[in-house]
């Protein structure tokens, strides 16, 4: 019994370990990077001497969720982004859906007064990757958010996100912070979330040892869809990736960039396949070979 236990008992201990520290650090030093002040501090109009808050482009890779999308949008407009100092831009990005997600959007965006919607259609469908990418050449704001088009990610979590940038150039959302935070006590399996697949919490805890080995960086979650950018960071970068690796890609070059990366707790309310979830097995192992190809090399 013990001996079967072993490798989960091995993962867990890691992750705790990695939980502890609440961010994503050099393995060498193990701490976060050092308090400063606000990275996205508005500049002034010299014009008018009024501060100019900073931009915040929400991009929304969306591939037939026409069934959740129009409530995901209702939901990022309640998000109260200017007491931090923001305001925003969303960009939804439809990937060749067959559903009614560029109705949806089109329909919020012509409707919507409080935040500027625009919405690009990609034909045919060509990966979320290059419909992440198709975002970011498109986002006109100071810092890109990345937003999946269902709603296993709660649009809450933008304040701890953006307050996240006090600490750090780039912020990711941890739902396995999230999970330790909101579910205490033990557990073979630390941060995986109770409707959570087996498999894809392993998977993600492999990609954190893996991360680790190669890169020196512990990153809890590295599979998470919210990572908030510096826009010009992510803008300078040639991508090469067209998929779900696409993310593995951007934090690969972002490491290799020097960049400091904070991991804040979120919220998570997973989906399965038959609710519409598309990630497969397989992403993981090409995550793996992503990891270890742009280790060295751009």
């Avoid at 129009?70 to 831009?89: K, S, Y």
């Avoid at 959570?196 to 020196?216: D, E, V």
Wanted: include cysteine; charged fraction near 20%.
């Amino acid at each position: 019994m013990l001996a079967q236990r072993l490798p989960a008992l091995l993962v867990a201990s890691a992750l705790l370990r990695g939980a502890a520290n609440h961010g994503c650090s050099r393995l060498s030093g193990g701490s976060l990077p050092v308090s400063r002040p606000p990275a996205y501090c508005s500049d002034t109009d010299p014009a008018t001497s009024k501060k100019i808050m900073p931009v915040l482009s929400i991009v929304i890779p969306a591939y037939n969720e026409g069934a959740f999308l129009g409530q995901l949008l209702e939901r990022i407009v309640a998000v109260p982004v200017a007491p931090l100092g923001f305001t925003t831009e969303i960009l939804v990005v439809n990937d060749g859906s067959k559903d009614d997600t560029e109705a949806v959007a089109r329909t919020f965006a012509a409707s919507c007064t409080t935040a500027a919607v625009r919405v690009f259609t990609q034909n045919p469908n060509q990966g979320k990757g290059k419909a992440v990418q198709r975002g970011i050449r498109e986002a006109t704001g100071d810092y890109i958010l990345i937003q999946d088009a269902d709603l296993e990610y709660d649009p809450a979590d933008y304040v701890p996100l953006l307050e996240g940038l006090r600490r750090a150039d780039v912020v990711y959302g941890s739902r396995t912070l999230g999970q330790a935070v909101h579910h205490r006590g033990f557990t073979f399996f630390p941060g995986r979330h109770p409707d959570q697949s087996l498999g894809a919490w392993l998977a993600g805890a492999l990609l954190t040892l893996w991360t680790a080995l190669i890169y020196f960086r512990w990153i809890t979650d590295t599979l998470t869809a919210y990572k908030l950018y510096p826009a010009r960071a992510v803008k300078e970068m040639h991508l090469r990736t067209s998929g779900f690796e696409t993310d593995h890609e951007i934090t690969a070059k972002l490491i290799r960039r020097g960049l400091s990366i904070v991991e804040v707790p979120i919220r998570y309310f997973p989906r399965s396949r038959e609710e519409g979830k598309k990630i497969k097995a397989s992403d993981g192992f090409i995550a793996v070979w992503t990891l270890l190809r742009f280790r060295f090399s751009d």
